[in-house]
């Protein structure tokens, strides 16, 4: 069943106690956005479409009519934000860096056979090595390790300077999303802007250096530097002491649903997902909001 309810400008959507009518004023060509709410009157959560006929929602509990009330953003006054695919992206592709890497160090071309799947398996490998507790080597090693070891391959040195090459030719390439300075700059104007990234240190602080953002946020932890990594929500919890937030006055903005969502909405905080590829949410934590690309954040926060 379909019900049509208010949107007001820097408000997120809200079930209220009641069922009280709210007139409807619809907007012009706002872009998707996907707002996960739960209903007072039933169990199903039901999902928020914004769009250019203003705000849709989709409830399979048909015997709840009451329209939805809107959230005052004014209890927000935080902003915190992952960086590798949510801010920013690689100019050069995992599989020109993988061959460039193996033809710099004189190895066989197919060392680890085929280029595309070789590049699909190691973001496969860098993800999953990023829910592994920090084990004294970088991801980046640890992926490596892992994709030379299924091509039969096992040798320390030689994965610490491929680790060491793909990273060398990846990171000078990367570059902010279009929107994303601007967003920043304007969000800036009005909230405390934190930034939480996994990673390496080195590698880290070198992206967000290129990247020159530095003077744009209140506060960066970088996991590489105290050795917690998302989704442990101890290290949610250091950025919003740095940043002097409370967990329900802030919202985590990151592109991994296990990583950026599950872990903020376990450490207390509202979650946007910028969901740019065919990952799949984890059962029963869904985030607060969903948009396609980073610059769509601005109809619902400025």
């Known amino acids: ?77 935080t902003i915190a934000f992952d960086l590798d695919g949510t801010l920013c992206y690689y100019a050069v592709s995992s599989q020109t860096a993988i061959s460039e890497s193996l033809r710099r160090l004189e190895c066989p071309a197919d060392l680890v056979g085929d280029l595309d799947q070789a590049a699909a398996r190691y973001n496969e490998l860098w993800y999953e090595e990023e829910l592994v507790p920090d084990q004294g080597k970088s991801f980046r090693e640890r992926a490596w390790a892992r994709l030379l070891q299924e091509h039969g391959v ?95 006055e802030a919202l985590y903005v990151g592109d991994s649903h296990p990583m950026d969502v599950v872990g903020a909405k376990f450490a207390g905080m509202w979650s946007a997902w910028v969901r740019d590829k065919d990952e799949q949410q984890a059962a029963g934590v869904a985030a607060d909001i969903e948009v396609n690309r980073i610059g769509e954040l601005r109809e619902v926060l400025l």
């Not at 079930?15 to 709210?22: G, H």
């Not at 700059?185 to 990247?211: A, C, H, V």
């Open 1 to 77: 069943m379909l019900n049509r309810a208010v949107r007001t400008k820097s408000r997120i959507g809200r079930i209220p106690s009641s069922s009280q009518e709210t007139s409807f004023r619809p907007r012009l060509a706002p872009p998707v956005i996907r707002i996960h709410v739960s209903l007072t009157l039933g169990n199903p959560p039901s999902m928020i479409f914004v769009c250019s006929h203003g705000i849709w929602i989709s409830n399979e509990d048909t015997a709840h009519t009451g329209a939805v009330q809107p959230m005052e953003l004014q209890e927000l006054n």
């Open 154 to 248: 096992n040798d320390p040195v030689l994965t610490h300077e491929l680790a060491m090459e793909y990273t060398s030719i990846r990171v000078p390439g990367i570059r902010l999303f279009d929107d994303a300075r601007d967003l920043l700059l304007d969000l800036k104007k009005t909230y405390r802007l934190g930034l939480l990234t996994n990673g390496p240190s080195d590698m880290q602080w070198q992206k967000i250096e290129i990247l020159k953002i530095t003077s744009l946020f209140d506060a960066i932890v970088v996991s590489g530097d105290v050795g917690i990594y998302k989704p442990d929500t101890r290290v949610f919890d250091l950025l919003l002491s740095r940043l002097g937030a409370m967990p329900q």
